[in-house]
């Protein structure tokens, strides 16, 4: 299904949808697509501010954890970066929470308005998210709405600034971010740009600290299911077209 243009709804009927799509989502992941040594939970609380999904490693297993190998199938993207050396000016201190019922080891965010309404609120997601990856923890972003004078760069830049001043530019047409970060001192970032009416890409979950193992997102399939009980009168704003 093409992405649809959310700036013609208000934040709250985004709302709606993203909190139906966070369910399918998390019901996607934990009913078949993660290992059976994972699960997936919604905003749960981790000693961070509050993500929308968290995979959780419920148990230490030897050998093989479960999910496809990057030996036997390399995720792809439109840009894959990688920084080379700490950028310990970019660092803050914090204190680190672990979850008592498992091993956070990724969480999904998808971006709402209110996330790029401010200054202040842009800082803070990206502020957020370099917390997440300075702990270990992998992320997959999903942005469905373009830049904004806070990020004019879009969201991925933001948040890649806060480890060091790497460019970063998406292609005309293409504005929208998916993006997939491997945790730790030298991040790695998978980047697909999109536009209105593209796919969404299935951008690898990372499992561990290493690019060892991942499932692929089902970004695709679980945004339809949340598209299909969307309410009737709110499609009709999206899909009719401007005048």
Known sequence: ???HDWTRVEPGDFHHFHQAWVVYLTNALNGGALPPDYMAMTEQVTGRPIPDVVTLRTRLSKGDPGGVTVAAAPPTARVIAKFERVNYAKRKNRVVIRHGRGKGVAIIEIVSPGNKDSRNAIRT???KAA?????GVNLLVVDLFPPTSRDPHGIHKAIWDEFGDEPFEAPPGQLLTVASYIGGDLPTAYVESVGIGDPLPSLPIFLSDSEDYYVPAPLE?????AWAVYPALLKELIETPPS
Request: glycine share 0%; aromatic share 12%.
């Open 221 to 225: 399939s679980t945004y339809t299911q």
């Open 125 to 127: 997601f990206a502020e």
């Open 131 to 135: 917390d997440i990856l300075n702990q």
């Open 1 to 3: 299904m093409p992405i």
